[in-house]
């Protein structure tokens, strides 16, 4: 089945600069990448996602890259804010046996005014 | 009014309890999951239904049962709570479609088991 990685565990930038989250995938078939954003207190909700017929998507300040050949997908934020500080998790759509999210580590990342 | 709701928000029980944390959702989808989030182990999988009459295992089943009442409610039940079953416990719900479908999830259930 797929298994994802993410890295770092942890990260913080000063306010302006740029945060970068990286995860990486095992099942080749995966074709869907959302990322997840989690405040504190609340569920985790969708920020962007990417499928794996396109290599990068961009809205705003936030941008997502996926490299299928080495299998793994990164989520940019760039001119961080104090309000991007969160939780962010990444998710590969499994497709080989049943269709089911499976679902990073998590990135706690703090912007440090 | 949120389109995925879960109660209680928090519990707190004694180890051998039987407790069942309760979704709704009102975004008219068929597939609904239940999650469990630890610190450093992110979301993991506990079981997930893609409608009324399909109940699947997740990757952490073991202690846990689920009942699909209609399609819009989706329970998770702990027949004999443990302490190591404290956790923060999410519902979440998506579309059909093969190609993967965003998920909504409620606010959580905080669970303290003593």
């Known amino acids: 089945g797929e298994n994802v990685e993410q890295h770092p565990s942890t990260l913080s930038v000063q306010e302006g600069d740029s945060a970068v989250i990286k995860c990486t995938y095992s099942?080749?078939?995966?074709?869907?990448f959302p990322w997840y954003k989690q405040e504190l207190g609340k569920g985790p909700q969708l920020i962007i996602d990417?499928?794996?017929?396109?290599g990068e998507k961009k809205d705003q300040r936030i941008a997502v890259t996926l490299n299928k050949t080495a299998k793994h997908f990164s989520l940019h934020i760039t001119e961080t804010q104090p309000e991007d500080s969160a939780v962010y998790f990444c998710?590969?759509?499994?497709?080989?046996?049943?269709?089911?999210?499976?679902f990073g580590t998590g990135t706690r990342l703090k912007v440090l005014a | 009014d949120a389109d995925v709701t879960q109660t209680p928000r928090n519990r707190i029980t004694k180890t051998g309890k039987r407790i069942m944390l309760e979704c709704s959702q009102t975004?008219?989808?068929?597939?609904m999951y239940w999650y469990r989030q630890d610190p450093g182990l992110g979301l993991r999988l506990i079981y997930y239904?893609?409608?009324?009459?399909?109940?699947n295992k997740g990757e952490i089943s073991d202690g846990y049962s689920v009942s699909r009442q209609a399609q819009a409610k989706f329970s998770l039940s702990l027949e004999s709570a443990i302490p190591n079953q404290t956790a923060l416990y999410f519902c979440?719900?998506?579309?059909?479609?093969?190609?993967?479908?965003?998920?909504?999830f409620g606010p959580g259930t905080r669970l303290l088991v003593l």
């Open positions: 099942d080749s078939a995966s074709n869907y």
């Open positions: 990417i499928r794996s017929n396109v």
């Open positions: 239904s893609f409608d009324v009459k399909d109940i």
């Open positions: 975004k008219g989808h068929d597939r």
């Open positions: 979440a719900t998506s579309g059909l479609g093969q190609g993967g479908e965003t998920q909504y």
């Open positions: 998710a590969a759509w499994q497709t080989s046996g049943t269709y089911k999210y499976i």
